[in-house]
């Protein structure tokens, strides 16, 4: 069965860099696309950003972390990554990673982990 | 990248059917059909309940439909059950590469 695992979240100073990690199993992880996405305390769902799975790694960003954050993916570790940078209040949330379907949905999702940006 | 427009609130009687509405721009949905909708209840993660506007995923209820008319997609849930008591998220691909979600429904089964 498809499983996601996210980590990295936790308490993290305004301008400070995090990086979260989503370990993957039950799939062919490098076969398939993987997006990162938020939901802020008592919010909605914010998109942030997709990584492709084959050899042209594209990637695509929400307007909101452009330039901020990066994603990446090691296939070798089933995993995918997001970097992020100059941290401010609002990035305050719960992040997912989630697997694409190959028709940019997101079919699976992991249980998210909290990023709470403090003093 | 402006978010999809959602009714924040939608109720209907056990058995009975509800329509959720979902408003975009001729950049997204009204330009392709690459519309999903998403069901999560409180402190859980979202779960993929359509996608290509009308498509079922394996193992989501039939009551689940969906639809679209120029820039408004719809998702139907027909039969409301108390379980279908929940947030519901849609989102579709944009000319802007990009793959926003809309503001949220909140749906109440009275």
């Known amino acids: 069965q498809v499983e996601l695992v996210e980590s990295g979240g936790g308490v993290v100073q305004p301008g400070r860099s995090l990086r979260l990690s989503c370990t993957a199993s039950g799939f062919t992880f490098s076969r398939y696309g993987m997006h990162w996405v938020r939901q802020a305390p008592g919010k909605g769902l914010e998109w942030l950003t997709y990584m492709s799975h084959d050899e042209t790694k594209k990637k695509r960003y929400a307007d909101s972390v452009k330039g901020r954050f990066t994603v990446s993916r090691d296939n070798s570790k089933n995993t995918l990554y997001l970097q992020m940078n100059s941290l401010e209040y609002e990035d305050t949330a719960v992040y997912y990673c989630?697997?694409?379907?190959?028709?940019?949905?997101?079919?699976?999702w992991g249980q998210g982990t909290l990023v709470t940006v403090s003093p | 990248q402006s978010a999809l427009t959602q009714p924040a609130s939608v109720s209907g009687s056990s058995g009975l059917s509800v329509s959720l509405s979902c408003t975009g721009t001729n950049s997204d949905v009204g330009n392709y059909n690459l519309v999903s909708c998403y069901q999560q209840h409180p402190g859980k993660a979202p779960k993929l309940v359509l996608y290509g506007v009308t498509q079922r995923p394996s193992g989501v209820s039939h009551r689940f439909s969906g639809s679209k008319s120029g820039n408004t997609a719809s998702l139907t849930i027909s039969g409301l059950q108390a379980e279908d008591e929940a947030d519901y998220y849609c989102s579709s691909y944009t000319s802007n590469d990009t793959l926003p979600f809309g503001t949220g429904t909140t749906v109440t089964v009275l």
């Open positions: 989630a697997k694409d379907s190959t028709s940019l949905n997101l079919d699976y």
